[in-house]
């Protein structure tokens, strides 16, 4: 792969980390070293999940196909739901509802959510002997930064907007599981 190619690529890996960093920053207004340490998840599990998407494409590349847009699917909606549902609830400053949102697992299983198809980015790449370290650290290393944007834009927002920005964030990943699903199953063809 050219170096152009690995950088739309990175950068397509990255967007939906994106759209699902606006929201969560939205709601829970970061300071910059949590939008960081976010950012610093997100780009851990994108740059893992294409290489565990090349040694199960070279293992078996059918088992992987067969499931992923399922797993990215329930993924997002569950977290696309719990968006949707904490923003119609009234703000509260109760420490125990801001925990949950706020929650380390809340933010990987996200952070899942949106990579699964960098592992089938994975899976493609080992029948392309691609260089897949590289575009693994070049997939990573983008969405921490878009990331970490995301974050630090829904902060901005957040504070005027931040209740709509998280509904419109949780629809937005649901969409983007049902797309990928969608896509998957070639409902549309």
């Known amino acids: 792969m050219t170096p152009l190619s690995i950088a739309v690529l990175s950068l397509s890996m990255s967007a939906d980390a994106f759209a699902a960093s606006i929201g969560r ?16 998840v997100f780009g851990v599990v994108e740059a ?10 070279l293992a078996a590349a059918s088992y992987v196909a067969a499931v992923d847009h399922w797993i990215a699917f329930l993924l997002l909606s569950l977290v696309g739901g719990k968006m949707v549902w904490e ?14 949102r706020a929650s380390p697992w809340t933010l990987v299983a996200t952070a899942v959510g949106t ?3 960098a592992a089938a980015v994975g899976v493609s790449l080992a029948f392309l002997g691609s260089d897949i370290v590289t575009i693994a650290l070049s997939i990573g290393f983008a969405t921490f930064a878009m990331t970490t944007i995301g974050m630090l834009i829904g902060r901005a927002v957040g504070h005027r907007m931040g209740k709509i920005v998280e509904v419109l964030g949780g629809l937005a990943l649901i969409a983007l599981g049902t797309s990928i699903l969608v896509e998957h199953l070639d409902l549309f063809a």
């Open 48 to 57: 893992i999940t294409p290489l565990v998407g090349w040694a199960l494409g």
């Open 87 to 100: 923003g119609f609830q009234p703000e509260t400053d109760d420490p125990e509802r801001q925990a949950r």
């Open 25 to 40: 920053g939205a709601s829970q207004r970061p300071s910059v070293a949590v939008a960081i340490k976010g950012g610093l």
């Open 115 to 117: 990579s699964i198809d």
